[in-house]
């Protein structure tokens, strides 16, 4: 069953309707219905068009977050070869919301790293909603120092709310966990790719975002605080979300404006809920191309390049 | 580096002497108790009935770091301001605005070069008093600088924490600052300097998930409020009663998250051998009778 969103409201309408018509000409009515269904669908996908060219801020946080949206571990599946999970953060904890290990991206072999969500009740409990702990991020350092060992390039897939706020997480040093981490990310002497695939939710993202490029789906979104949470604080008013999302600038769109984000891959029409395989693969295709500049580069100068590019963010004008 | 002299700078020297009424009384935040403001101010703001640490701003933490209050001040690097013309119930550029005439600052980090027991230093010192210490591209940038002056002056790196997080009007900007301000703390780290971080009440979100957490040795005032997610967030989410001393400087003490939890009658003579025994330099003379 897939699961429409407010705005496309009107596609679900047309589409119901198509499903209604091929089930009746089943149901052997008789009528031509071929013409009908014609007409319908391409009415439908010139709504879908119009509404996905033009999605304002506050509608691409859902199409961000939506259900449906592949998730990590739809991108390892599809993209990888060999993938060998590996577990633990070695000081006495596993984190489901973080996964990841060694595999073989078109040929070349790598370590990815993923914040995973789930997709049904019991994944989503298993992954903790993409939710983090110290040991998420504890498991990640330890990753990334694997990849740096073997001058193996790290590809990371983020989808997170955000760092799990929870008293275990506090008690463990989640602050110190995701500091660490980011500073693991930073030091790594191997090409370093972050993909923002959904929600790149504030530290909890940055933790696994500080590589040397990094990309975002046409409609994945990267926010220092989710827009409902800005609109309680700035504005007093969690009804003020979408005018939050519009200020925050956290669109891949505003992002790569503001150079903060090195390159945008499209969605197919619709998102990639509606075509996962399609986003799946041109995110695998956008990888790729980036991949290849980075990896004759030595680590020493891939290093001394990523602390340049972080450093010189927001100190012009623009 | 040229830009590097253009803001060493001296701008303001330490010991400006605030002249204090004989006979002006407070009250303590914590236990309500009267006290003289002159008594307070010599305490550097502790009570002297509970031992609360009050609020201390910029300028009281470097009067008491360095030695005999002495030190120099450096003018903040310039970096564009509101970079997304961000205005929520009120225009970003009008909270700057506030905050600079309020705090007598420039940004919510303030930045200075001295003598801690004898050996060179740099301190930072964020203010809460400027828009709750908040980390933007500036105070990122300011961060950034005084990283590279100790570097430059082979100066141990003592910052004071205190912040509500990111600076929200700025976007991924200053969620940003969390990578640019641990690429600081890399560059001392790669020169081997010490790095002392002293986290003071409250110190929370991107600010405590970045160079807050990353110093060769952690110590905290007592009692100070040290979170990523603050109580309250985490109140609504688990639903469950917190545990006692939660997020407090010695419940993270006691879960291997701070080296020592230090009283400020104690902070300058604890730095100070500190930086000395992290140097390898001589003890002076007041360090070898402690
Ligand atoms: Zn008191």
Known sequence: MRQYLDFEKPVAELENKIAELRQMAKDGEGINIADEIGKLSDKAEKQLRAAYTKLTPWQKVSVARHAQRPRALDYFKALLEEYTPLAGDRLGHDDQAVVGGLARFRGQAVVVIGTERGFDMESRLRHNFGMPKPEGYRKAQRLVELAGRFGLPILTFIDTSGAWPGIDAEQRGQAQAIARSTDCCLRAPVPFIATIIGEGGSGGAVALGAGDRVLMLEHSIYSVIAPEGAASILWRDPKQASTAAEALKLTAQDLLKLKLIDRIIPEPIGGAQRFPSEAIASVGDAIDEVLKELLPLDGENLVAKRREKFLAMGRDAL | ?290
């Open chain 2, 1 to 290: 580096m040229s830009w590097l002299t253009e803001y060493v700078r001296p701008k303001i020297r330490g010991l400006l002497q605030r002249e204090v009424p004989e006979n002006l009384w407070t009250s303590c935040d914590s236990c309500s108790q009267m006290i003289l403001i002159k008594d307070l101010e010599r305490a550097q703001k502790v009570c002297p009935h509970c031992g609360h640490h009050g609020k201390a701003n910029a300028t009281e933490r470097l009067d008491w770091t360095f030695d005999g209050g002495h030190y120099t001040r450096i003018e903040l690097p310039k970096v564009p301001t509101d970079p997304l013309g961000f205005r929520d119930q009120k225009k970003y550029v009008d909270r700057l605005k506030d905050a600079k005439a309020k705090s007598h600052l420039d940004e919510s980090l303030a930045v200075a070069h001295g003598k801690i027991g004898g050996r060179d230093a740099v301190v930072a010192v964020m203010a809460y008093e400027f828009m709750a210490g908040t980390m933007g591209t500036a105070m990122g940038e300011a961060f950034v600088a005084a990283c590279r002056l100790a570097v430059l002056q082979k100066a141990a790196l003592v910052i004071y924490t205190a912040s509500g997080g990111a600076r929200m009007q700025e976007g991924v900007l200053s969620l940003m600052q969390m990578p640019r301000t641990t690429i600081g703390v890399e560059m001392l780290k790669d020169a081997g300097l010490p790095y002392i971080v002293v986290l003071t009440n409250p110190t929370t979100g991107g600010v405590s998930a970045s160079f807050a957490m990353l110093g060769d040795v952690q110590l905290a005032e007592p009692e100070a409020l040290i979170a990523f997610t603050g109580p309250r967030v985490i109140q609504d989410t688990v639903r469950e009663k917190l545990p006692e001393g939660f997020q407090r400087s010695e419940y993270l003490r006691d879960h291997g998250m701070v080296d020592m939890v230090v009283a400020r009658s104690e902070m300058h003579e604890t730095l100070a051998r500190l930086i000395g025994l992290m140097t390898n330099s001589p003890a002076t003379a007041s360090e070898a009778a402690a």
